[in-house]
Nanobody, 119 residues
Framework: QVQLAESGGGLVQAGGSLRLSCAASRSIFSINSMGWYRQAPGKQRELVSSIISGGDTNYADSVKGRFTISRDNAKNTVYLQMNNLKPEDTAVYYC?????????????WGQGTQVTVSS
């Protein structure tokens, strides 16, 4: 299993930047994929970006060209660099990890970090 701890959220004006961090309690080499999801009030949780163990990345159309996911294997940490933030990016951002546990793929979640973008 794995514990995930997010940090880096906050309040920023439109056009500003934030970098979210997700620290894992184990080596991320052993994790199949890690990603960032977000949930705005009254909306379903949605995938923002993900990175698999091989390094391939995926982004939601709404954040392409503005957000960048990366990882630091030595620190067991995944980052989400968010640039040119918009009010519609306001949400709680959750880190997710998918890994094999007892032969089955399982997903794990962090506690979430609030991102608020003012217009």
């Amino acid at each position: 299993q794995v514990q995930l701890a997010e940090s880096g959220g906050g309040l920023v004006q439109a056009g500003g930047s934030l970098r979210l961090s997700c620290a894992a309690s184990r080596s991320i080499f052993s994790i199949n994929s890690m990603g960032w999801y977000r949930q705005a009030p009254g909306k379903q949780r949605e995938l923002v970006s993900s990175i698999i163990s091989g390094g391939d990345t995926n982004y939601a159309d709404s954040v392409k060209g503005r957000f960048t996911i990366s990882r630091d294997n030595a620190k067991n940490t995944v980052y989400l660099q968010m640039n040119n933030l918009k009010p519609e990016d306001t949400a709680v951002y959750y880190c997710n990890a998918v890994l094999m546990v007892n032969g089955l793929l399982r997903g794990f979640w962090g506690q979430g970090t609030q991102v608020t973008v003012s217009s």
